[in-house]
């Protein structure tokens, strides 16, 4: 019990210093954009473990049907598996036998061809019915801080899976989907899983001994656990740091199954939630394949590409490696295409800041064509991010200042975004019309 209490402080720790950075970027930055989903996410994590209540185990006199308990202990399944034998266990009780060196299952005496434990997810849900059901709790030793099953961390089995890696393919394969499954379903197992020795370099060996895409099976299921894993926020410096970690999420961005790949860009997002890991990234040569993914726009994976770009262009030095290889144009397409619109004008706002941007976006069409947009939305994000793109242009360029003067004067665009819209488009439209005033002292523009 006070093992999971302390799992259940270190996890609101450890989500209460990913709010404080993604805090601090949001006050730092003008264009939030994207960071604020990860800021509501964070929240409503921490207002979920704020809502737990312990728990207790009781039956009473309610008959526990022979499926549910466990053969060695004759107790309620927490963690129903599977063994090798078709027999289900308690996971803690099966794992203590399989500990003690017995290769054999406890009921049919059968040797095991395998020790890998799969989970009975049917047995699992069909106990949690029936508990809910009759109100009643499972023990809290058996549940992680969302109310899923869980169980103790099981060092020798964690480190067993890990020694698989070395082994032939088919228990690579095996071994790969238990440490998929454990590091998605256990925060503890995210927590202690870097503690181990070279342990993300033992887990990624089989992808590092061959062509990335060889197994698109096998490499799905490790780049996954590496995202799992890449959420606690202990292991995001160790795992950036790893030499062989950025370079096979690079290649799984370009090979494997679509799986693969928006989970590879979805791993550098999580890392690059750390400031340092921003600068390790940005230098990798991960950019390019985080374009090619929004350039194919394919739904899966454009989501996690663009949270990772809008994450390191916080950083100055990779906004400049974004803009030379052609992101601006890229996401222009994808936008009047009606693809992704307020997300990544979220990230172009954030690029207009940038002065090698503005070239880019400072032709007659586009501006227009923002302006119409800001007629158009009834999103206030994406008004926002509009004008806030205008603002950067005309701040550099005299000419693109002129051209949205005489939008203006025919429109009153900005004028009528000055009264109606948020502060910050507020803020934005009256800055051009100051800008539009002092540049050209007799042009008209009416309020209304």
């Known amino acids: 019990m006070a093992k999971t209490e302390s799992a259940a402080v270190g996890e609101e720790t450890e989500l209460k210093k990913e709010l404080q950075r993604v805090v601090k970027t949001i006050l730092e930055e003008d264009d939030i954009g994207l960071i604020t989903i990860e800021a509501t996410r964070i929240l409503?994590?921490?207002?979920?473990?704020?809502?737990?209540?312990?728990?207790?185990?009781?039956?009473g006199d309610t008959i526990l049907p022979e499926k549910f308990r466990c053969p060695l202990s004759g107790e309620i399944m927490g963690d129903p598996v599977v063994l090798?034998?078709?027999?289900?266990?308690?996971?803690?009780?099966?794992?203590?036998?399989?500990?003690?060196?017995?290769?054999?299952c406890p009921l049919s005496k059968q040797v095991l061809s395998h020790t890998i434990l799969t989970p009975n997810c049917l047995v699992r849900e069909l106990i949690l019915h029936w508990s809910k059901e009759r109100g009643i709790a499972l023990p809290k030793s058996y549940q992680d801080v969302d109310g899923d099953v869980n169980t103790e961390v099981d060092c020798i089995y964690l480190n067993s899976l890990l020694e698989k890696m070395s082994s032939s393919l088919s228990d690579q394969k095996?071994?790969?989907?238990?440490?998929?499954?454990?590091?998605?379903?256990?925060p503890s197992y995210r927590a202690v899983f870097c503690e181990f020795t070279d342990a993300i370099s033992r887990l990624l060996s089989p992808l590092s001994q061959s062509k990335v895409e060889s197994d698109p099976g096998l490499q799905e299921d490790l780049i996954t656990t590496v995202l799992n894993l890449s959420i606690h926020g202990n292991n995001k410096k160790l795992i950036a740091e790893n030499p062989v970690v950025i370079p096979l999420l690079i290649e799984s961005m370009k090979f494997g199954t679509i799986e693969t790949r928006r989970n590879a860009a979805a791993a550098l997002f999580s890392l690059s939630a750390l400031d340092s890991n921003k600068f390790i990234i940005g230098n990798s040569g991960a950019l390019v394949p985080l374009v090619e993914?929004?350039?194919?726009?394919?739904?899966?994976?454009?989501?996690?590409?663009?949270?990772?770009?809008?994450?390191?262009?916080?950083?100055?030095?990779?906004?400049?490696?974004?803009?030379?290889?052609?992101?601006v144009k890229v996401m222009l397409q994808k936008i009047k295409d009606g693809i992704f619109v307020d997300e990544l004008l979220g990230i172009l706002a954030l690029l207009s800041t940038h002065h090698e941007a503005v070239d880019e976006l400072g032709d007659f069409d586009t501006l227009r064509w923002l302006f119409q947009i800001i007629r158009d939305s009834h999103s206030e994000r994406t008004r926002e991010n509009c004008v806030s793109i205008l603002y950067s242009v005309c701040s550099k360029d005299l000419t693109m200042?002129?051209?949205?003067?005489?939008?203006?004067?025919e429109k009153c665009t900005l004028a009528e975004l000055a009264d109606t819209g948020t502060t910050r488009a507020r803020r934005k439209a009256i800055g051009i019309i100051e800008k539009i005033h002092k540049a050209f002292p007799t042009a008209q523009i009416l309020r209304k």
């Open 293 to 327: 993914l929004l350039r194919e726009g394919h739904p899966l994976a454009l989501m996690d590409a663009a949270s990772a770009i809008f994450n390191l262009c916080i950083v100055s030095e990779n906004k400049a490696k974004f803009i030379e290889i052609g992101i």
């Open 174 to 186: 095996e071994a790969a989907k238990e440490l998929r499954r454990l590091t998605k379903a256990a």
């Open 44 to 59: 409503s994590s921490l207002a979920e473990l704020k809502l737990k209540k312990p728990v207790g185990f009781r039956l």
């Open 84 to 104: 090798s034998s078709g027999q289900t266990y308690d996971r803690p009780n099966i794992q203590k036998w399989l500990n003690e060196g017995n290769l054999t």
């Open 401 to 409: 200042l002129r051209v949205i003067r005489e939008e203006e004067i």
